[in-house]
C-alpha cells in the first residue's frame, strides 16, 4: 500500500514541507521564507511565530498542490537550522523575544567572561567556547530579556533550539522534546553521558530545568494532526539537525566519511563512528542516537559561504541575484592574488578568531564585479577545505570523495574549484532536500514504511575530479592562507 512521510526542513532563510514517498522519492515540497531580522549592530534575528504560520503555510500548499490522500501519511519528521536558540513559555509556546540566530555574535561578550573555562567546557562538550553556539545565547536571553529571567523563577520557561520549538507546536500532546544532534550542538550537553552537564549549565547561568528532555533521534517524540489537516493523528519520528540530516541522508554510515553541505552557511562532517575524538581545532558532535547508540562526527563550521554570495547581492548591490554569480566567475579574468575573506562576524573552524574582520586584498584595476564574483566564489572552496584537510590530518582517514550538497551544488564554477582545491572527488547528490530526506528516512524506518538503510543516496547525480596542477592548488591556496592572517591582524 502507497505510504508518505511529511518532512520539514527549517531552514536558516525558509521552512520547507517536504512529501516524499516509501521509496524515499520526494514527490513535491512547498517552500515559505522567513524574515531575516538584522539591527544596525548586526544582531540576526527570527521571528517565532512567523516560522510557525510559515510551516502550517507551506503544508497547507503542499496538501492541496500534491493531491495525495491524506490518510496515506504514516509519520512526521524534523530537519532544522541548529544552534539557533529561542525563549518561549511552556504552558503556551509564546516566544519572549525573536529567536537568536546561529550567525548572530552579539554573546561574544559572555564567551569572554567564561574564557578561564574554556578548556573544561570542551572537555566536556567536545565544543570549542563560542558565540556561534546555543549556551552563550540562552546566556544572554537570561541576562538581558525581563520576560525570560521572570520565567525562569516561575519554572514555565524553555530555552531550547528550534527543533523543540517546532516540536511543540505540531504534536497534539505539546511535548518539549529535543533529541541528541541537536542538544550536542548547544555546548549544554554532556558528550560522554548523552545528557544535560549541570556543571556546565550552571557555567552559563543557565536553569536546568529550562531544557528539553533528551530523545533519541528515532523515538517517538508525540502525534500530529498537522493543525487538523489530518483527520486523524499520525506520529512524530525522526528529527535531526539539519546537516546531520544531509550526513545520515548521504548514506555516510561508516567511519570515515564525509559529507559537505553547502547553505546560508556551510556544515563539513565526518563520521567517526562510536568512539569519540576530540580536536583543538574541530568540533566533536552527536550525528544520531539510534536506539540508545551514538555515532559521533567531527565537524567544522563556516558561517558564510552562500551567505557571501548574498552580501555582493543583497549589501553591496554588485550583482541583481545569486544566479549570476556562476556565469561571472567562469568569464572572470584570473587575478593573482585576489582573495577575499568573509569573516564578517568572525572566523570560525579552524581559526576560532571572533575578533577577525572580513577583507578583499589584491584588488586593481583590472577587477570587475565579475573578479569579485570569482574570488567570493573561491573564497567558499577555501574556508571548506581549510576544514577537510584538518579532517584528513587529525582522523586518520585519508578522504578521496566528498558527498556534497546544497543549492550551491548546482554551480559548476565553484563545485569544479572545489574538487581542484581539495584534490579528490566531489559527489554531487540526486536530491537536493537532503537536510529533510535523512530525518525522513529515520521517520520511515522507525513506523515500518521502508526497509533497510540509505546506499542508494550514494548514486550522484554528477561527480567532479580534480583538473588543476598540485603545484598550482599550492600556490593559490597558501595566497589564502596568506589572506587569512591578514583578516585575523589586530
Request: overall charge negative.
Amino acid at each position: 500500500m502507497e505510504s508518505y512521510i511529511l518532512s520539514f526542513d527549517q531552514s536558516t532563510s525558509t521552512t520547507k514541507a517536504l512529501l516524499f514517498d516509501q521509496g524515499g522519492n520526494l514527490v513535491t515540497r512547498s517552500d515559505q521564507a522567513h524574515r531575516q531580522i538584522v539591527n544596525d549592530r548586526g544582531w540576526v534575528e527570527h521571528n517565532g511565530e512567523e516560522i510557525i504560520a510559515n510551516l502550517y503555510a507551506a503544508t497547507q500548499t503542499l496538501l492541496q498542490e500534491s493531491g495525495v490522500d491524506r490518510s496515506k501519511i504514516k509519520g512526521v519528521a524534523l530537519s532544522n537550522q541548529r544552534e539557533t536558540a529561542i525563549a518561549w513559555d511552556r504552558r503556551t509556546g509564546r516566544s519572549l523575544n525573536n529567536a537568536i540566530v546561529w550567525q548572530c555574535g552579539r554573546a561574544q561578550h559572555i564567551c569572554d567572561e567564561l574564557d578561564a573555562s574554556k578548556a573544561f567546557i570542551h572537555s566536556r562538550t567536545g565544543l570549542h567556547l563560542s558565540p556561534y553556539f546555543s549556551a552563550a545565547k540562552m546566556a544572554w536571553l537570561m541576562r538581558m530579556v525581563p520576560a525570560v529571567q521572570e520565567q525562569a523563577e516561575t519554572g514555565t520557561l524553555v530555552l531550547s533550539t528550534m527543533d523543540s520549538y517546532v516540536l511543540y507546536h505540531l504534536s497534539e500532546e505539546k511535548v518539549i522534546k529535543t533529541e541528541a544532534s541537536n542538544a550536542s550542538r548547544t555546548q549544554l550537553l554532556n558528550i560522554h553521558t548523552g545528557q544535560w552537564d549541570e556543571e556546565v549549565t550552571a557555567t552559563f547561568g543557565i536553569p536546568l530545568s529550562a531544557l528539553p528532555k533528551i530523545c533519541d533521534s528515532n523515538a517517538l517524540f508525540g502525534h500530529t494532526t498537522l493543525g487538523g489537516l489530518l483527520e486523524q493523528p499520525v506520529p512524530i519520528h525522526g528529527i535531526l539537525g539539519d546537516s546531520q540530516g544531509a550526513l545520515y541522508a548521504q548514506g555516510c554510515l561508516d567511519p570515515g566519511s564525509m559529507k559537505a553541505t553547502y547553505g546560508t552557511g556551510s556544515s563539513v562532517m565526518m563520521n567517526i563512528g562510536n568512539t569519540l575524538l576530540f580536536s583543538e581545532d574541530l568540533v566533536t558532535s552527536i550525528a544520531w542516537s539510534l536506539d540508545g547508540e551514538c555515532t559521533y562526527v567531527l565537524e567544522g563550521n563556516v558561517n558564510y559561504s552562500g551567505a557571501t554570495i548574498s552580501y555582493l547581492v543583497d549589501d553591496l548591490g554588485l550583482l541583481k541575484s545569486v544566479k549570476e554569480v556562476e556565469a561571472l566567475a567562469h568569464n572572470a579574468k584570473d587575478i593573482e592574488g585576489l582573495y577575499i575573506v568573509p569573516a564578517f562576524s568572525g572566523l570560525g573552524a579552524p581559526y576560532w578568531d571572533a575578533n577577525a574582520r572580513g577583507l578583499i586584498t589584491g584588488l586593481d584595476r583590472r577587477c570587475t564585479k565579475a573578479e569579485i564574483a570569482r574570488a567570493a566564489e573561491q573564497a567558499i572552496a577555501y574556508q571548506i577545505a581549510d576544514i577537510v584537510f584538518l579532517m584528513d590530518e587529525q582522523s586518520g582517514h585519508r578522504v578521496k570523495t566528498i558527498g556534497v550538497d546544497g543549492g550551491a551544488t548546482n554551480d559548476t564554477y565553484l563545485m569544479q574549484f572545489q574538487a581542484d582545491i581539495l584534490q579528490c572527488s566531489l559527489n554531487v547528490s540526486a536530491i537536493e532536500e537532503l537536510s529533510g530526506l535523512g530525518p525522513a528516512l529515520l521517520c520511515a524506518q522507525t513506523c515500518g514504511v521502508i526497509e533497510g538503510g540509505t546506499s542508494r543516496m550514494r548514486e550522484a547525480k554528477v561527480t567532479y575530479q580534480s583538473q588543476m596542477p598540485v603545484q598550482e592548488r599550492n600556490r593559490r591556496y597558501q595566497g589564502w592562507k596568506q589572506a587569512v592572517r591578514r583578516a585575523m591582524v589586530d
